[in-house]
């Protein structure tokens, strides 16, 4: 699918979400909420650029060891009511390494993370498929220095519309499965971008529900002699709690 065609469905579905009205039986139905913290377990390698300094993002790195991991802050918020959904997830983290690069010595210091705000639609209020169409801004600080070699540091930040659906398929009474996968890539300067979850889903009750899953995210960024060029991935635990 085009950039143009990405673009055309994303401005008719948020323009039905933020300016258009609900339905007189959405009007009916009680808003719900539903707040999810979750832990990223993820190892993350590509490269980096900033200025004329580039470096690979070590691919031994992984959150599970908190090796080069100085910070990190993970969580989601979703309201519904009827066919229609709004939701914001947020994620920073705050990733430096030291490491040889052959005869140089590396540091990679690779700060920031982005904040999603997206609008849902489902066909059918009782029904498992929804449809997604939203904006990620992206912000991130990247350094890089060579020793002996270049040095250089760069703050960059950027919009990143996106389209993409997610699935809910019950298995019990208590176990389903959740899946999610967007694509993004319509800023000029942003290459790609790809989101993606596999989660499975047990309900202690109406209200808690625990959720152990797999997700992967890439971001291909590029712009006047910076680069971000990485890819997360790994196992997601999180807790879903509903109001």
Not at 146 to 162: A, E, H, I, N
């Amino acid at each position: 699918m085009g950039k143009v065609s990405i673009i055309t469905i994303l401005t008719v579905l948020g323009s039905m979400a933020f300016s258009g009205p609900l339905r007189a039986e959405d009007t009916q139905d009680p808003w719900k909420f539903e707040l999810l913290p979750y832990l990223w377990v993820a190892s993350l390698q590509g490269s980096t650029q900033a200025g004329d300094a580039e470096s690979p993002v070590d691919p031994g790195y992984s959150l599970f060891t908190l090796e080069n991991l100085h910070g990190a802050f993970m969580g989601a918020v979703r309201v519904s009511r009827g066919h229609w959904s709004w939701q914001l997830d947020t994620l920073y983290v705050d990733y430096q390494d030291d490491f040889a690069l052959g005869p140089l010595q590396s540091h990679v210091g690779v700060s920031g993370g982005f904040l999603e705000v997206a609008a849902g639609y489902r066909p059918d209020t009782d029904g498992n498929l929804e449809w997604l169409a939203g904006l990620r801004n992206v912000s991130f600080t990247t350094e890089v220095s060579l020793t002996p070699g270049p040095q250089g540091r760069v703050d960059k930040t950027w919009l990143d519309p996106f389209v993409g659906l997610s699935y809910r398929y019950p298995l019990s009474q208590n176990w389903a499965l959740r899946a999610r996968a967007d694509l993004g890539g319509m800023n000029p300067s942003a290459r790609l971008s790809m989101n993606g979850m596999l989660a499975m889903e047990y309900a202690f009750s109406d209200r808690v529900q625990a959720l152990v899953g797999y997700r992967y995210l890439e971001l291909d960024f590029r712009d006047n002699g910076y680069l971000l060029d990485i890819s997360a991935s790994g196992f997601a635990l999180g807790l879903a709690l509903h109001f």
